[in-house]
């Protein structure tokens, strides 16, 4: 009788847990749901692996880390953070590359702000791990003083600052200039009407891109080049105890990384697609049997893989007595889903 009464609330709970579970599977399955998760994973990879190298850097005397380091730490994060998500999300990583996709008309408005939600809660939840990792670091290094300029400055570990060199409106026109670089070789990586990377290198060949411009652009503003990269770490460090200097230091430099990117790579986009990218629909392919369109009273029955060609997608063909062919060819230019990193 006892052993009666301990077993139904034992299967009521698991049965309850198991339901939990089943929901949460499915809801994690729908489309917009995978793709915020994977913006959040892909950015959160990506920023680890660059803020972690930016704190060797800084802290570490340039024993344990080095600014090619740091461009390698950015650059190879990149790489990690498209396999972890390039084929749910493209693994934009990047608010203005998501912004030039959406502005060309190669994305959906609606996921404009579900990938750049994830793109900052990923930025954020990794400059809070860097954080904590490094907090015993951060305080021998700068005298439990969390300072955003001068010797011991700590807050450049997560976001970037003006040098004294440069002045606000030379640095916009940097980051305007790098991120539209950045956003036309991207264009060029994954346009499959020119030379694009080859299948299952894009990863690599998009961090190389990233280590290249870091290693030949990045001494001005750090490169930023990206707003989901700069304003949530930032934000990070105001609350985390640097306070307000994080946004006025450097004549109020905190806005640049956020506007400048988003103009530049949208500049970048419209002068690859204007002057070497082609809109101009595929020819439509069909089926090789020519006799499949002499009788117009026949179905066509599908044919056997080795009669169609593999060379590009297959568009879709009809064949039916009112109407010998439909076809909707798919202009590459426009995929749904390019993977467009960064």
Not at 168 to 197: H, R, S, Y
Request: glycine share 10%; proline share 7%; aromatic share 12%.
């Amino acid at each position: 009788m006892g052993s009666g009464c301990c077993f139904r609330p034992t299967c009521s709970s698991k049965m309850v847990s198991w339901s939990v579970i089943t929901r949460t599977q499915a809801i994690l399955q729908r489309k917009m749901v995978r793709e915020f998760v994977a913006e959040f994973m892909s950015t959160y990879v990506m920023m680890v692996f660059g803020l972690g190298s930016v704190a060797h850097m800084v802290l570490g005397d340039k024993k344990y880390g080095s600014f090619l380091g740091v461009n390698l730490g950015f650059g190879f994060g990149v790489t990690m953070g498209v396999h972890v998500a390039g084929n749910i999300s493209g693994a934009h990583m990047n608010a203005a590359v998501t912004f030039t996709n959406c502005a060309l008309g190669r994305m959906s408005w609606k996921k404009f702000p579900v990938y750049v939600l994830g793109q900052f809660l990923g930025s954020f939840t990794a400059a809070a791990t860097i954080y904590g990792l490094f907090y015993p670091a951060i305080l021998h290094f700068s005298g439990g003083q969390l300072m955003v300029t001068g010797p011991t400055a700590t807050a450049g570990i997560f976001a970037t600052y003006l040098p004294d060199h440069m002045t606000l409106w030379w640095g916009f026109l940097n980051e305007v200039l790098l991120t539209g670089m950045l956003q036309l070789c991207l264009f060029a990586i994954t346009d499959k009407e020119n030379n694009p990377a080859l299948q299952g290198t894009q990863a690599l060949v998009i961090g190389i891109l990233v280590v290249s411009m870091g290693a030949s652009l990045g001494m001005n503003t750090g490169y930023a080049i990206n707003p989901s990269r700069d304003l949530p770490p930032r934000f990070f460090t105001f609350i985390a105890g640097w306070g307000k200097p994080v946004f006025r230091a450097g004549e109020n430099w905190w806005w640049v990384p956020v506007v400048a990117p988003i103009l530049g790579a949208y500049i970048g986009g419209i002068i690859y697609l204007v002057f070497i990218g082609s809109s101009t629909p595929q020819e439509p392919q069909r089926l090789e049997d020519p006799e499949a369109y002499e009788d117009p009273k026949t179905t066509v029955s599908p044919k056997p893989e080795s009669h169609l060609s593999m060379t590009s997608p297959l568009p879709l063909v009809s064949v039916t007595p009112t109407n010998r062919s439909s076809t909707q060819p798919v202009p590459l230019l426009h995929d749904p889903m390019p993977l467009e990193h960064f």
